[in-house]
């Protein structure tokens, strides 16, 4: 019998309303990251950064992964060659960095680099047969700079050097006892649940959730820039979506919030 080949294609960037969802499209090498991949993110990136109407990314892996992360083969002797070097974590960071909000949605395993990408979402939603690993010293890698700050910064030190100074795999309990996910659902309930939590963040006023999520994540690692935060403050006060929020509160209906 001949067996048909595994899709193996860069990641793919859908659009529906307020929600973007980019799938990790290579099921037969558990969704793993390519050199060429990096530019294509970065452009579904920036796509979803030009669209005013999107709220919520999603990532997400096609087949029983989430995704493997970087090609192993790139992360030596890398450095200055294209997808080599410091290539994943400026991506990686570009995530964190995004307005919108984002949702990891753990189909699976996760492993090495995209254990990174998926802490720097807002949310990660997992099934029981998620698993994580992060292989870095059995590899002979140091981490990079903002990776070990949000392993910190989300997990906890001890949890962080649990992970990165053993190289252990985990089991979904365990990555929902430490903190990594932040929901545990039923497989046939992940998309719904995906879903529903989108909806509920496109519900709330932009200017309050792209300055907040913006203001916690540089509190977490230490860099708060408080005349930024105060500006965006002082924005939220001038803005209509403040009015109609309050307006609405007062009605008691929802609040029809434009982002200005």
Known sequence: ???EPQESAPPQL???????????????????VEPGD??????????????????????????????????????AGGEGTSGGGDAFERLVNRVEDLGVVTIAALNGGVYGGSTD?????????????????????????????????R??????????????????????????????????VEPERLDARVRELAGTIAGLAPLAVTGMKRALNEIARGALDSAGLKARVE???????????????????????TGR
């Open 38 to 75: 990096l530019d294509v993110l970065h452009q579904h990136l920036e796509d979803v950064e030009r669209d005013g109407a999107l709220r919520v990314l999603v990532f997400r892996g096609r087949g029983k992964h989430f995704s493997a992360g970087y090609t192993i083969q790139k992360l």
């Open 117 to 149: 990408l998926a802490l720097a979402c807002d949310f990660r939603i997992g099934v029981a047969t998620a698993e994580m690993l992060m292989p870095a010293a059995r590899l002979g890698l140091h981490y990079y700079e903002r990776g070990l700050y």
């Open 151 to 184: 392993y910190v910064s989300r997990l906890g030190l001890n949890h962080a050097k649990e992970l990165f100074l053993t190289a252990h795999k985990i089991d979904a309990r365990r990555m929902l006892e430490m903190g990594y996910l932040t929901e545990l």
């Open 14 to 32: 859908t659009l529906e309303g307020t929600l973007a969802t980019i799938e990790f499209r290579r099921p037969g090498q558990a969704n793993r």
């Open 1 to 3: 019998m001949i067996m």
């Open 235 to 257: 924005q939220s006060k001038r803005s209509q979506d403040l009015r109609e929020g309050v307006q609405a509160w007062q009605e008691n209906r929802a609040p029809r919030f």
